[in-house]
């Protein structure tokens, strides 16, 4: 059977100024198969995504194609064009991106965005083409289709908006699939349903999948091979339990070293690097000026039967109830926890207690004193927050010295203690002070923000979903990051994941929530170990399983 996809030998460079050119994507070879799933994985800026997008047809200049050959539907990559001769994406090639809100056009409905591309490369009539579409929401499972078809992206959740966007990706009929983090932004249960419909689909259409992803636990669940990229060329390839469970090469197994274990829990992540002197100096100055004011295992936060109600009031007509009945405390020094599925009210909550949002019932304390929406300065600056998308949280304009040195300023914090002393702090060097945000990575950037947070040198510190956008070993060093702040300056935090495995890795106490409810709280291991609500066990059944992975390796202090 001829296969899916045939690579060989791809080169793709890049001009870099005086220097020549960078190769982006160096010597790489790979083959699918007709019904084979194989993952690419590696950390941001491996080439993982270049190698998709010259698949596609959809590298941008300047980036150029120089050496190598792709097969896809047999039909051969010219590499003069960088095309693939009558190629037809849409057709010949199914695309799945990260982010379905993104993928799709919120001025059409659902039912004229799978019709149209069938009408124009299939050269159907609308009502054959309305019918192949609810045959398709049908087979990616979406609920009522009839109704769906008339809708639009945001009336979706997000799951279902994915569901959409492979029904898209497959209305054509493709015989290869590229799947580009089609999973990173879903909660847990809906990933395993996505990554069920994945592995459903290439068995049955006899499809061929490129998945390109950082998650470990999806490469494990459902990929038939794997190769693992770093800096453009193979590290690593072949079948996915070889690979997973007994990687050869070091970078690999570090790599798969970082990925968070929901079996035990590390004291720290295993990584490649180790903390500088600068960060641990920095680190200890912050810690002089936080620990003076702590007194650890006492109550810094409680919550009393608080709920949270989005609209109502007009007419009498009722309002959604985001949380219901939200009772807990936590306590100074320690990490606490909140786990559920979207909608289940964790960042609603998060929000309220950072004086973003109303409550309509209960109350909430702080350091003792009811904590009101309305908040002096000194509570604005007790509680700080840092949130999913670095990106979006910064100044695309402002030097990121700049944005630190405005809290110092503000709530006159800076006494002694500069931008430059917090980039150390957060392991960042001095001169990135005078750095755009766009000049660093991911995962960078997340330290920037964490660095903001701390120049009110707060007593809380709320990370909603902190790392789920990150790669799994930019992931682990923001993670030791944080666990290094919390036991050297007694930082309080109320972290927000859906992702279980990080939770059980950061967390002392957990609530899990479901539907604005809080259905459990408990110590962290006790709830990982001997979970008591049916909804907690399920959640934990839904993780993408490790069996097979390699060990983590033991560091001091592990």
């Not at 001025?107 to 019709?115: D, E, Y």
């Amino acid at each position: 059977m001829t296969a899916a996809l045939e690579i060989d030998g791809l080169r793709v460079e890049y001009p870099r100024g005086e220097d020549g050119t960078f190769a982006a994507v160096d010597d790489l070879s790979l083959v699918i198969g007709a019904g084979e799933i194989h993952a690419l994985v590696g950390e941001s800026g491996a080439g993982k995504s270049t190698v998709g997008n010259c698949i596609m047809g959809l590298l941008d200049p300047p980036g150029r194609i120089t050496a190598g050959s792709i097969r896809v539907a047999s039909r051969s990559l010219d590499i003069a064009t960088g095309q693939v001769e009558g190629l037809r994406p849409g057709r010949d090639i199914g695309a799945i991106f990260q982010d379905p809100m993104t993928a799709l056009n919120p001025l059409f409905t659902i039912g004229r965005q799978l019709c149209e591309g069938m009408r124009h490369h299939l050269k159907i009539g609308r009502s054959e083409a309305r019918a192949k579409a609810l045959e398709l929401m049908r087979a990616v499972e979406i609920p009522d289709p009839e109704t769906r078809f008339d809708q639009y992206p945001h009336q979706l959740s997000g799951g279902q908006r994915q569901r959409v966007v492979i029904a898209s990706a497959l209305s054509c009929d493709p015989g290869l699939l590229v799947a580009d983090e089609p999973t990173t932004a879903l909660d847990v249960s809906v990933q395993a349903t996505i990554l069920d419909l994945l592995r459903d689909l290439a068995s049955r259409r006899k499809l061929g999948v490129l998945l390109i992803t950082h998650n470990m636990g999806v490469v494990a669940q459902i990929s038939d091979k794997v190769t693992i990229m770093r800096h453009g060329r193979i590290v690593e390839h072949g079948a996915s339990r070889q690979v997973l469970g007994e990687p050869r090469a070091d970078y690999a197994r570090a790599l798969i070293g970082a990925v968070p274990r929901l079996d035990r829990k590390l004291h720290r992540f295993p990584v490649t690097e180790t903390q500088n002197t600068a960060e641990t100096a920095a680190q200890a100055r912050l810690a002089g000026r936080v620990r003076g004011a702590t007194d650890e295992g006492t109550d810094l936060l409680s919550l009393d039967n608080v709920g949270i109600t989005y609209g109502g009031g007009f007419f009498g007509a009722p309002g959604f109830k985001a949380v219901t009945g939200a009772s807990f405390t936590v306590k100074r020094g320690e990490i606490f926890g909140i786990v559920g599925e979207s909608g289940s009210g964790k960042s609603s909550l998060a929000s309220a207690i950072a004086g973003l949002l109303p409550i309509d019932e209960g109350q909430m304390r702080f350091c003792g004193q009811p904590l009101k929406m309305r908040r002096g300065q000194s509570v604005r600056q007790a509680i700080q927050m840092i949130f999913q998308d670095p990106y979006s949280s910064l100044n695309p304009r402002l030097r990121t010295g700049a944005a630190i040195r405005e809290p110092l300023d503000f709530f006159g914090a800076g006494d002694g203690l500069t931008p430059e002393t917090l980039f150390e702090a957060v392991g960042l060097p001095q001169e990135a002070a005078g750095r755009f945000p766009h000049a660093f990575s991911g995962g960078q950037r997340q330290r920037v923000s964490i660095a903001r947070a701390l120049a009110g040198q707060p007593d809380l510190l709320i990370c909603d979903e902190p790392t789920s956008a990150l790669d799994v070993s930019v992931q682990a060093r923001v993670l030791n990051l944080l666990k290094d702040l919390r036991d050297r300056t007694g930082l309080t935090m109320l972290f927000i994941s859906h992702d279980l495995s990080v939770v059980r890795q950061m967390c002392d106490r957990v609530a899990v929530m479901k539907s604005g409810r809080i259905v459990e709280l408990e110590e962290a291991e006790t709830l990982f170990t001997r979970p008591r609500d049916p909804y907690t066990r399920d959640l934990l059944s839904l993780i993408p399983t490790l069996d097979g992975l390699a060990p983590a390796p033991q560091l001091a202090g592990a």
